[in-house]
T-cell receptor
Framework: GAGVSQTPSNKVTEKGKYVELRCDPI?????LYWYRQSLGQGPEFLIY????????DSGLPNDRFFAVRPEGSVSTLKIQRTERGDSAVYLC?????????????FGPGTRLTVL | AQKITQTQPGMFVQEKEAVTLDCTYD???????LFWYKQPSSGEMIFLIY??????QNATEGRYSLNFQKARKSANLVISASQLGDSAMYFC??????????????FGKGTKLSVKP
């Protein structure tokens, strides 16, 4: 079956621009996570959705970052006024919801480069 | 605060030999899950093995086993019969809400494993 997909695979933008990163989870997975992985580091949690609502957004670094999941499936991570420090690989993962072992299936990531 | 520590930035192993990748964790929760992921150079995170905090037996998945020592708060990954394709970054991670409503993962910095022919 289809895994988690993310688009675009690469995004190059200029400082100050707005970007959107898309995640399409595995069909039927109600939980969706966004992580950010900087070079040489492990992924860092950003935000988690259970269904349509953001159940935990404590990992978002500041108010320039926002994510939505309006229909409980596809999610979009939005970054306003991008900064060079936002350059990283943004990973999306999905899992079956509450009551299951929280094995998360990851997408291939979007590599964001802010010039 | 929850934390995962991987003290080995890089490891080498001869093909067909076994290797242990170290992981220690810190949490005040009684219920938690421990995970190992593999990240090849392609970048995708591949789930390897899971251990729940209440599981009495060490988890095994094929050539992967998890040496879980709860009192020492360690969850080392053992790879038996290493293959060239095992060369990758390996991340230890923890979920601080075992099967619950959150499940967001806290990752270590990773260990780069290189398998020599």
């Amino acid at each position: 079956g289809a895994g988690v997909s993310q688009t675009p695979s690469n995004k190059v933008t200029e400082k100050g621009k707005y970007v959107e990163l898309r995640c399409d989870p595995i069909s039927g997975h109600t939980a969706l996570y966004w992580y950010r992985q900087s070079l040489g580091q492990g992924p860092e949690f950003l935000i988690y959705f259970q269904g349509t609502g953001a159940a935990d957004d404590s990992g978002l670094p500041n108010d320039r970052f926002f994510a939505v999941r309006p229909e409980g499936s596809v999610s979009t991570l939005k970054i306003q006024r991008t900064e060079r420090g936002d350059s990283a690989v943004y990973l999306c993962a999905s899992s079956l919801g509450i009551g299951f072992v929280a094995e998360q299936f990851f997408g291939p990531g979007t590599r964001l480069t802010v010039l | 605060a929850q934390k995962i520590t991987q003290t080995q930035p890089g490891m080498f192993v001869q093909e067909k030999e076994a290797v242990t990748l170290d992981c220690t964790y810190d949490t005040s929760d009684q219920s938690y899950g421990l995970f190992w992921y593999k990240q090849p150079s392609s970048g995708e995170m591949i789930f390897l093995i899971y251990q729940g905090s209440y599981d009495e037996q060490n988890a095994t998945e094929g050539r992967y086993s998890l040496n879980f020592q709860k009192a020492r708060k360690s969850a080392n990954l053992v790879i038996s019969a290493s293959q060239l394709g095992d060369s990758a970054m390996y991340f230890c991670a923890m979920s601080d809400d075992y099967g619950g409503s959150q499940g967001n993962l806290i990752f270590g910095k990773g260990t780069k494993l290189s398998v020599k022919p």
